[in-house]
């Protein structure tokens, strides 16, 4: 039987101001809080913009030390079309890089874990091809902000 093997297609890359983070609390799967997401720049060979104020993500933090992101913010492109954005993932690493990461200090991304799998709703038209494809991403945190590289699964 033929095996197929997927590739991956670079869309973008996103850079994101983010809120200080609001605390919810601790419930039966975890710790709880919000994360304000704010503008910042996207920059790709298939769609330029801006990440559009108004966005958040309602972070899980379970008892295993993994973070579970589920963020939703929107993109408006330099053509003026407003593409939501649903993305969920994970952010783990070793504790002491993650407490390095929680006290401000810029870690490199490559000590830890953060994958997403962004789910886009675009508009018919020229971006509708967002609606049609799997994405994953890959991510750094840093005190107040965000960077993400989206991917498309081929």
Not at 67 to 86: C, P
Not at 102 to 122: C, K, L, N, Q
Request: with cysteine; net charge negative; glycine share 12%.
């Amino acid at each position: 039987m033929m095996r197929i093997e997927p590739g991956l297609e670079f869309v973008y890359e996103a850079g994101g101001e983010l809120g200080d983070p609001v605390p919810i609390g601790e419930t039966p799967d975890g710790t709880r809080r919000m994360i304000p997401i704010y503008e910042g720049p996207v920059e790709g060979p298939k769609i330029k913009g801006r990440l559009f104020g108004g966005g958040a993500d309602w972070q899980l933090t379970r008892h295993d030390g993994v973070t579970v992101a589920d963020a939703i913010y929107a993109i408006k492109t330099d053509d003026d079309v407003v593409i939501q954005i649903r993305n969920r993932g994970l952010r783990h690493g070793p504790p002491e890089v993650l407490e390095r990461m929680m006290s401000g200090e810029e870690v490199d991304p490559a000590e830890y874990y953060f994958r997403t799998v962004p789910e886009f709703i675009a508009p018919t038209g020229k971006y509708d091809w967002l609606n049609k494809s799997i994405f994953v991403c890959a991510g750094a945190r840093f005190r107040n902000g965000i960077k993400l590289w989206v991917w498309r699964v081929t």
